[in-house]
């Protein structure tokens, strides 16, 4: 029920802009993979906002690579793994911790300023990494100083041309191909843009949950993009819940850095106990899922909404210079983190699965590439390892543009004859099947019921009920969006869809799934992953 296409077209009609290179999403994975590819060939790079507008923004602790002289690839290597609970690509996490150094440097000369210490790039621990090796910047704004750095690269270079306030319908596919994307203008107008090369750095899907700590912007539009356009996707089931946002009054859901508990911050219950060693020897440092769920099951014991984050016992002014934007933040609505327990609950906050990629990339269809959390490489698994996100992008980000010098052009006749199929079947002129209710009461509708039904704890009863409101929601298809709010959330809608099909076939737990009714890791019958494809039904990959 989820078409190819959710817009009616003609390419022939169309305004047409060529480009070597199409970037789509403006994070760090979109930002470095243009200043690299630019080093030669021209690339259009579209963000629906702004340049400085994407999770990267957002992330506070750091990005993790080997610096320090106790630590070595092979020890990032195995707590990856062990993070990633038996679903991570070897091969792909090989990648990441030995390329990662080099990407690193790479940041630092394109003018990342990560903060020293004696001279030294100050390095933390941060939870489930066996030493410390995270980079951070300004304390706890380490994605903003990336972004920063990046984007004055970006709008210096002459061969980048940026495309702010533009959204990416489609993607368009010809010959079995990637050629391009159908773009909604600023003025309302639809353009078509044909690319040697696509690649989606569009983020992940938090707004796909009501409390998440996600911008706006992270509507899973790459992911449902190559959905529909035939492209395998992998994973979908496995969403990282960061275990402390803010949970406080009036504020909103912030991200509270695991790099506070990698500081000794202690987690306690509403009645002041520490809980943690309930549930992992290693207490507030335990993988992010694991975290998540014990916060949880501390909150239905104690029937609280939260429980605290603490940090009061460590100095003052290390906390605050440490911790500035959160510091900051909390103070903003009344919270003294150096004097305070801040009230913190779990949210929605990175995507595992993603765009199945090879490790150049690549997805299933030719030209058509993934990066970041779009993407699935097989680095993260079926839980993310704290700060290999910012790593994987850089990594992965350079070895994209060294696929992209090896294809060849396009052939010039590709992509002038493409039109909508079947444009008869979406009733688009049939009113019966307009929905009126509006687009933000659906949003928010589909928001609580991920919360509650596909949420940090699942069961078949729930994902069933889940599903059964999907399949009446995807009536939603019959209509032809066209604003903006409508094609966010048609994305929304197929990732839905994505994530709780996933959820409903994988009868184990493991990483960030989670199922009351099937409460067992099953490495003989489920150490495997999930593929799903347009028209398909859910198939199965063994891991090798």
């Known amino acids: 029920m989820i078409p190819q296409y959710i817009h009616d077209f003609d390419l ?48 506070q602790g750091g990005i993790a690579a080997v610096i320090a002289e106790d630590d070595s690839p092979a020890y990032h290597l195995q707590d990856t793994l062990v993070a990633g609970a038996g679903l991570c690509r070897s091969e792909a996490v090989k990648v990441l911790v030995n390329e990662g150094p080099d990407g690193v440097r790479e940041l630092i000369h394109l003018g990342t300023l990560f903060d020293l210490e004696n001279g030294e790039l100050a390095l933390t ?10 980079l951070h910047a300004n304390g706890d704004a380490t994605g903003y100083e990336i972004v920063r750095a990046l984007a004055v690269k ?188 801040i009230p913190v609950a779990p949210a929605a906050h990175y995507m595992m699965g993603g765009v199945k990629t090879d490790l150049s990339g690549e997805s299933s269809i030719p030209r058509l590439f993934a990066c970041g959390e779009v993407s699935s490489t097989g680095v993260h698994g079926a839980n993310r390892l704290a700060s290999n996100s910012l790593s994987e992008a850089i990594v992965f980000g350079r070895r994209i543009v060294e696929r992209i010098q090896s294809l060849p052009p396009i052939q010039e006749s590709l992509g002038r004859a493409v039109k909508l199929p079947s444009t008869d079947k979406m009733n688009i002129n049939d009113e019966k099947q307009q929905h009126t209710k509006p687009i933000s009461e659906r949003r928010l509708s589909l928001q609580k019921m991920m919360v509650r039904q596909v949420g940090l704890r699942r069961n078949r009863i729930h994902l069933q009920q889940a599903m059964d409101q999907l399949q009446h929601e995807l ?70």
């Open 12 to 59: 022939s009609a169309l305004p047409m802009v060529e480009t070597e290179v199409l970037v789509i999403g403006s994070g760090i994975a979109g930002l470095f993979t243009a200043i690299k590819a630019s080093e030669k060939h021209h690339v259009l790079m579209i963000t629906k906002k702004s340049l400085l507008e994407s999770n990267t923004r957002y992330a």
């Open 125 to 134: 621990q941060e939870g489930a990494h066996s030493h410390r090796r995270i």
């Open 154 to 341: 970006v709008h210096e270079h002459p061969g980048i041309d940026v495309w702010d306030e533009h959204f990416v319908i489609d993607l368009i596919t010809d010959g079995g191909e990637c050629i391009g994307a159908l773009v909604l203008k600023e003025d309302g107008s639809k353009v078509f843009v044909k690319a040697k090369a696509t690649v989606l750095c569009s983020g992940g899907a938090g707004q796909l949950y009501r409390y998440t700590t996600n911008p706006d912007v992270a509507t899973a539009d790459g992911v449902a993009m190559a959905y529909r356009a035939g492209a395998i996707v992998r994973d979908m089931e496995f969403i990282q819940f960061h275990p402390t946002s803010l949970c406080y009054p009036g504020a909103p859901r912030f991200l509270i850095s695991e790099a506070v508990r990698g500081e000794g911050a202690y987690l306690r219950n509403v009645k002041g106990e520490r809980f943690m060693e309930k549930y992992h020897a290693q207490l507030e440092l335990a993988p992010r899922d694991i975290v998540a769920r014990a916060i949880v099951s501390e909150m239905e014991l104690t029937k609280s909404t939260f429980v605290y984050l603490d940090i009061t016992h460590e100095h003052p002014e290390m906390v605050r210079s440490r911790f500035p934007t959160i510091y900051e933040t909390c103070m903003r609505y009344g919270l003294d983190m150096t004097t305070d327990w």
């Open 475 to 544: 009536t939603f298809f019959d209509q032809k969006p066209t604003q903006r709010e409508e094609l966010e959330y048609a994305n929304l809608l197929t990732c839905a869809w994505l994530v709780t099909s996933g959820a409903l076939h994988r009868e184990e737990s493991r990483g960030a799934h989670y199922r009351d009714d099937f409460p067992a890791r099953d490495d003989i019958a489920w150490q495997k992953h999930s593929l799903q494809q347009r028209e398909q039904a859910i198939v199965e990959e063994w891991m090798s």
